[in-house]
């Protein structure tokens, strides 16, 4: 079966702009959970999604804000965008939020410039 | 306060000879731990996990991990590495039961293997 699908994989921004990145888990995959990925900061997560609720978030500004839709696929928005904000965003799915394992997509790659 | 230490940010191993790459944690309880490998500009891919049971645990490509729960440590093997095991290696851990996104990444270590 497929899996982690994140679109687009390249998005080039200017400060100020805002972007909107989607994520597709694997079918069945209920919990979507979000990561931004940066050669200073490493892996830090953003938030995660079950049920179309917010679960959990991360100590990340107002800016970052995220949704779920029915069909368990997400989109996380970044509002007003900042030269820190470029980075690889990561999703991953797991069948429940207490699933062990989380299955990463290819993420996206933002730069603001 | 969970938390992971990879104490390595680079690791070179020759083609052919074994390769350890090293992971400590911090967890309240037990711990699920986990193995991940990243390429250039793609994702995260899971390599193994532990939960529950054997404290050695294979997983994809020839790699195996020890879960030592004195020594709160979870050290990534492999008996013989390939130039294609070179690649960003990211260990994990979570509290059993808790969230899948309360998991916490190490800063991860970087496996070179020359030829």
């Known amino acids: 079966k497929a899996g982690v699908t994140q679109t687009p994989r390249y998005l080039i921004k200017t400060r100020g702009q805002q972007v909107t990145l989607s994520c597709s888990p694997i079918?069945?995959?209920?919990?979507v959970s979000w990561y931004q990925q940066t050669p200073g900061q490493g892996l830090q997560f953003l938030f995660e999604?079950?049920?179309?609720?917010?679960?959990n978030k991360g100590n990340f500004p107002g800016r970052f804000s995220g949704r779920q839709f029915s069909n368990s696929r997400s989109e996380m928005n970044v509002s007003t965008l900042e030269l820190g904000d470029s980075a690889l965003y990561l999703c991953?799915?797991?069948?429940?939020?207490?699933?062990?394992?989380?299955?990463f997509g290819q993420g996206t790659r933002l730069t603001v410039v | 306060a969970q938390s992971v230490a990879q104490p390595e940010d680079q690791v070179n191993v020759a083609e052919g000879n074994p390769l350890t790459v090293k992971c400590t944690y911090s967890?309240?309880?037990?711990?699920?731990l986990f193995w991940y490998v990243q390429y250039p500009n793609r994702g995260l891919q899971f390599l193994l996990k532990?939960?529950?049971?054997?404290?050695l645990v294979k997983g994809s490509y020839g790699f195996e991990a020890e879960f030592n729960k004195s020594q709160t440590s979870f050290h990534l093997k492999k008996p013989s590495a390939l130039v294609s095991d070179s690649a960003l290696y990211f260990c994990?851990?979570?509290?059993?039961?808790?969230?899948?996104?309360?998991?916490?990444f190490g800063s991860g270590t970087r496996l070179s293997i020359r030829p």
């Open positions: 079918s069945g995959h209920r919990s």
């Open positions: 999604y079950f049920s179309e609720t917010q679960r």
């Open positions: 991953a799915s797991s069948f429940s939020s207490t699933d062990t394992e989380a299955f």
């Open positions: 967890v309240s309880g037990n711990p699920y």
């Open positions: 532990y939960i529950t049971g054997d404290n």
């Open positions: 994990a851990v979570r509290a059993a039961y808790s969230s899948a996104s309360k998991i916490i």
